[in-house]
């Protein structure tokens, strides 16, 4: 659609968090992750680009303002997750690894119902600025 | 096209606006713009990235050399905008709300003459390092 | 003073201005500052660091609360310069040139007096990512 | 795909290079490169990063483990470029000219059989922060 | 001294904190320390800067190898402290809380017998890119 | 001094360069300089920050006029650096090895006589992000 535009939004928070699968043994979760097991935990300081994508209002030239897409964020992800430890605090990962891929997928799908069903939505997530994650893809 | 490259080239400009909506008054205005839409203006460091996408040419290499297609930027863009007031110094915003989203939609039409039509073009535009866009989505 | 440590905290403003002396010609303006000196004023993305020295508290470890510093920061400087014409909306610009040194040095004056005496002050503004300064040398 | 998710892991390597036509004269060269034909080399530093795109795995939470794809990236990209002269240095670039857009194209073909065939490859080559290109477009 | 020359070298770690004061109430802590106080923990990617003064071998041109720095700190800052829970995992602050300012100074503390003594040591740590300290000031 | 404000200006140069000591062995340099001896060059992207220090002009609000600074550095150093190999086609660098302190004492000298002498004057040099040098210290 050559009259899209895609709009971002910047935002971060810092967590705690450690990869594990509980069906494995300390052994197989050394040999896939690494230090990234580590049983009291490791962090990262988090920043998340939120895309959202459509055509801008004739009137105030904004697909949506980002004043309020800042506020959403603010609301359903920085409270949620910021100086948090995402294994022991939040919903989320009680039962589900937060690995990069897994934390964007879970931001997309608090962030989902607060956007107009319009608008395209996507989540890009830095753990570090050397690892990154997009979704969806 | 798996044979298709995008090759990228980021210049910058920095101007002055402010935001607003000639059909509002003062009050409708800063409910939706809030302080972009200060009378007196503000400004930002604006970071542009153009992306052209095309085949390389077998001899060069390239797909478009990088210092003509800076060369087109600046005449295009960076001459027109730079050190301007967006709102009073240029045509293209004396009736369009100089948003990041129209910026990006104006500098498209701008480009697009001066590239040759078999390649792809679009538009990145960063007014903050938290708030930016692309064109075409 | 090898025991004392110095804590920087960094926050942002975006604010139009121009560069002017009032008791020179245009000619003399564009001459000394080209199109710095533009009558309708462009525009940055201030990024301003803000630095105190001193020994950390033993029981906090703090020099100082970097959200106490962040609060006092947002309260004197990024209140009065966010989204402002620096020339036109601020006393402290009415009759001071508003370059990158004048405005490091307004606002070393205007955070020394909330900074506890015993701690030394340092002020590194960007106005760009080229250009930047940094008050006292 | 929506359930698909974009890994990027992020590498490096500092290499000299030169651009030219074997085909052309020197001022053939000098008038299409410019400084960039120079006889004696210029180089950069290359920054690169890797997009791998493919279904989470439900066990560990990856697409691809980073650490994986850091070892393949020095394995078959860093051992081979990194303080490397690309065109006296290098197989690939013997009879192939070192743009960005061919050393993009160098490096997918290396990595792409050391990817499950599962994965979407896709790579990023940053020749300055400046000047950067992506394989595919 | 005109012919010293500083050299800086660039390193991370990510490691998990929280920052209280034993002898204070969780209240206390609260009011202090804020969500940094989190029982769970959170976490950063720290980013570590090793800056070296001296004057340069008249025949390799080094104050130092930055290779033999950069060994230097993996093998006494990294290996200690990455994917680690620094209240948790190290000795370093089992009884200090590790502030930016606590931690810049222990690791100053474990690298300075690591350096000739002719050299000046100075330690930078970027907790956030909004928060960071110098060790000396 | 604390009417003292350091000004600093960012530009850049793109080179080849190679490390060694013209009195040692071919297996002597690879023991000290390890890659970065290799005889075919290899290079990087230099990021140069000039800061000069002194007090602003009452009339302009200036230290120095970073466009005036920004053409002196161009003139000196970018015509002189960039897109060069430094071990061959500098004079600077025929029998100095061009380390990264090296190259910013070289970079101070050269600049030096185009400032004026009341002005203070340190050199910043990036060869890449992770390893960098200040002169004088």
């Known amino acids: 659609m050559e009259h899209k535009v895609a709009v971002f939004r910047k935002e971060h928070f810092n967590a705690a968090h450690r990869l594990f699968c509980a069906e494995w ?79 964007a997928i879970v931001i997309y799908n608090l962030l989902r119902p607060r956007i107009n069903k319009d608008l395209e939505l996507k989540i890009r997530l830095y753990e570090t600025e050397r690892n990154f994650v997009d979704y969806p893809a």
Chains 1, 2, 3, 4, 5, 6 share one sequence.
């Open 25 to 103: 043994t300390t052994e197989e979760n050394l040999a896939v992750f690494g230090p990234c097991a580590n049983p009291n935990y490791h962090g990262h300081n988090y920043e998340l680009i939120v895309q959202v994508n459509g055509v801008p209002d004739p009137k105030t030239g904004f697909v949506i303002n980002t004043k309020d897409l800042s506020t959403i964020v603010k609301e359903e992800i920085v409270s949620r997750f910021d100086h948090k430890n995402l294994n022991l605090d939040t919903d989320a990962f009680k039962n589900l690894n937060p690995t990069a891929e897994n934390i």
